[in-house]
T-cell receptor, first 116, second 112 residues
């Protein structure tokens, strides 16, 4: 039973380029979360999506960042015109339903973005 | 907004007990969690506690919750070198979905 799959694991971009990070949730999970971890910091919530819907994007920067979770295929976190401050580890997590009893999130191994 | 705080480092000897502390601010949190992150890896859920509990024990792990002081702790008995990692405390916002607020993490170093 595959866990949450993220790719790429490592991504290097120059300032001004675009970064696309992909996340396939665990089988049977229809809820996807994206978190960002800056160096030496904890994880910060970015966005929560269900299939074809953004439910809460209160943690997303207003510009350059977008996320989607289409009916078919993985969830995508897209960062346009990257800047050095976007360098971080981006973690995707999934859950089977919105208010699952334990509230456990299943995390992927993260995508580490480095902006030169 | 909600805030979760942890001490940054803890160093113990193998075989000793480790106690990692956490304070949180959202009194309406229903669940509180401890996650473990090994180098270069994602987060792994270690244990959780529901807000109406004071204590939860799971093998070598003991979680204590003091709701009055909004204080959570994780005790690891007989700490092993394999326990060296970053430990994150997290609270679940009262939103109806799994929106978690994480602390900055405590880096546990276990020496032989």
């Amino acid at each position: 039973n595959a866990g949450v799959m993220q790719n790429p694991r490592h991504l290097v971009r120059r300032r001004g380029q675009e970064a696309r990070l992909r996340c396939s949730p665990m089988k049977g999970h229809s809820h996807v979360y994206w978190y960002r971890q800056l160096p030496e910091e904890g994880l910060k919530f970015m966005v929560y999506l269900q299939k074809e819907n953004i439910i809460d994007e209160s943690g997303m920067p207003k510009e350059r960042f977008s996320a989607e979770f289409p009916k078919e295929g993985p969830s995508i976190l897209r960062i346009q015109q990257v800047v050095r401050g976007d360098s971080a580890a981006y973690f995707c997590a999934s859950s089977p339903q919105a208010g699952a009893n334990t509230g456990e999130l299943f995390f992927g191994e993260g995508s580490r973005l480095t902006v030169l | 907004g909600e805030d979760v705080e942890q001490s940054l480092f803890l160093s113990v000897r193998e075989g000793d007990s480790s106690v990692i502390n956490c304070t949180y601010t959202d009194s309406s949190s229903t669940y509180l969690y401890w996650y473990k992150q090994e180098p270069g890896a994602g987060l792994q859920l270690l244990t959780y506690i529901f807000s109406n509990m004071d204590m939860k024990q799971d093998q070598r792990l003991t979680v204590l919750l003091n709701k009055k002081d909004k204080h959570l702790s994780l005790r690891i008995a007989d700490t092993q070198t394999g326990d060296s990692a970053i430990y994150f405390c997290a609270e679940r916002e009262n939103t109806g979905f799994q929106k978690l607020v994480f602390g900055t993490g405590t880096r546990l170093l276990v020496s032989p």
